[in-house]
């Protein structure tokens, strides 16, 4: 008796589209690198878990254990939108941040990241367009990409997403255009870029999604992490129609998968019936946990003690940045959170430099990584300060000026030559409008002959030097 197999190729026709075009998470293909005795990672977002205080830990756990009643909630199925009990403590948690909702304007999630994954397929068809800052959350740009919107990233500066352009992308898309959906924003301390959005902006940017007519989504991991200044205001706070995400992930620890959605009854609703799908409920047994962790035992305490540590961080990287990196790189400041952008010249790529990185034990986030076409972004790169010690941090910055210094010198010797199109010599002939490119191999010519000096007559040296402005010369017709 023989019995059929039934074959397929799973890299085939069979895959669904949004499956084959998503792209992995970066930070994830990392994970494996970074665990290794040897590298120190600038790439994740890890809170620094060890900080917290055991005993406190251990209560939160036995309350969801330790009786009957605790057991039959915390080991048995929940209800969709999450425990009662837990949607309270959040919503009072809320209101130290100026933001009054109800219980029932709450939806627990399994992370934030659920979250986000909730609104997309709760709110985008393909072809919709959502608006984000570029760069974004690479986690949001994964959750929202399964659904093929059009996404289109808006810039910041210090002061958070520019207002100026995207009231110009608003212009192109259209007022009551039925395809855009959404702006997804984190104005507090940008994941990547560090960067808070001001009283000003966040003003402007209601008022836009009233006048044109988009959703605005705040996701607000980060918001009680200020080492500087005064809090700002929460958009929520500022306007009940916005669907605000929360997450306990960096005040009490990622591992229990607790996070949240605060929105209208009518959003909350649809996401609602998606989450009956995606999983039923969460688990009842980590909402049970946070919920005794902040209803019972004073965490406000242990936060401090965070702001405190990630304060001498986020220093002594800054000032680690100051000592080591070359005057070719910018990078952020920011007052608060876990990360800060540093962007390198643009003819820079720093997703191909991070091997050489790893060779020199350090890693961190290509900066394309977090925009949605996966190429805008390459001269750039997020790092964390949040996990790693202090002198592991000062270590891990002077490493990585090293592979930068390393791939600058190489440049350098393109641009000494005239051979990079835009930069040195040849960007002062673009300027004056040359008419063509035999100025350009004048240009090389005379440059090459400063490389062959510098070289002190070294023929290998001078050899490489040569055919490194070629092939650029070449690149460059």
């Known amino acids: 008796m023989s019995s059929a197999h039934i074959t397929f190729d799973t890299t085939g026709d069979k895959i669904a589209h949004r499956v084959r075009i998503m792209r992995p998470s970066a930070v994830r293909n990392l994970f494996a690198a970074a665990t290794r005795d040897d590298v120190i990672s600038l790439s994740g977002g890890m809170p620094a878990v060890s900080l917290l205080p055991e005993e406190d830990v251990r209560r939160a756990v036995l309350a969801a254990v330790e009786s009957p009643q605790a057991r039959a909630v915390s080991l048995q199925y929940g209800p969709t939108d999450g425990l009662a009990g837990l949607r309270a403590v959040l919503a009072d948690m809320m209101r130290d941040l100026g933001i009054r909702v109800k219980a029932d304007q709450i939806l ?36 929202f990409s399964a659904f093929e919107p059009d996404i289109r990233a808006i810039p910041f500066d210090e002061d958070g997403m520019r207002m100026d352009l995207l009231e110009a992308e608003l212009e192109r898309i259209g007022k009551g255009n039925p395809r855009l959906k959404f702006c997804y924003t984190i104005p507090n301390f940008q994941n990547p870029g560090g960067v808070t959005m001001n009283a000003e902006r966040r003003r402007r940017l209601l008022e836009l999604a009233d006048e044109y007519g988009f959703m605005v989504v705040e996701d607000d991991p980060y918001g009680r992490l200020r080492y500087d200044g005064g809090h700002q205001v929460p958009l929520k706070a500022m306007d009940d129609s916005v669907i605000y995400l929360g997450t306990i992930s960096k005040m009490l620890g990622p591992g229990l998968r607790t996070g949240w959605i605060a929105a209208p009854e009518s959003v909350l609703a649809r996401v609602n019936l998606v989450k009956q799908g995606a999983d039923l409920c969460g688990s009842a047994f980590d909402q049970l946990v946070v919920q005794h962790y902040f209803a019972d035992i004073p965490w406000q305490r242990t936060l401090q003690k965070f702001i405190a540590l990630y304060k001498e961080r986020r220093d002594t990287m800054l000032a680690a940045l100051e000592e080591f990196f070359p005057p070719e790189a910018s990078w952020t400041h920011p007052a608060g959170g876990m990360f800060l952008w540093i962007t390198l010249p643009d003819y820079m790529d720093t997703d191909s430099m991070l091997a050489e990185a790893l060779e020199a034990g350090v890693t961190y986030v290509p900066g394309n990584s977090f925009f949605p076409d996966g190429v805008t972004g390459k001269n750039s790169m997020r790092v964390n300060f949040s996990f790693e010690t202090p002198e ?86």
């Open 108 to 143: 627990v999630t399994s992370g934030a990241q659920q979250a986000l994954t909730l609104i997309a397929e709760a709110f985008i068809d393909p072809g919709d367009i959502i608006i984000t800052e570029g760069p974004t959350y690479l986690g949001a740009l994964q959750a």
């Open 392 to 477: 592991s941090i000062t270590e891990a910055i002077r490493r990585l000026a090293g592979v930068i210094e390393e791939r600058l010198e190489l440049y350098r010797v393109f641009i000494n030559a005239g051979a990079l199109p835009g930069y040195g010599k040849e960007a002062v002939m673009a300027e004056n409008e040359r008419e063509n490119w035999d100025e350009v191999i004048v240009a090389s010519e005379q440059n090459e002959e400063a490389v062959m000096q510098s070289h002190d007559g070294d023929a290998a040296q001078i050899e490489i030097a040569e055919d490194k402005v070629a092939e650029a010369e070449e690149e460059a017709r």
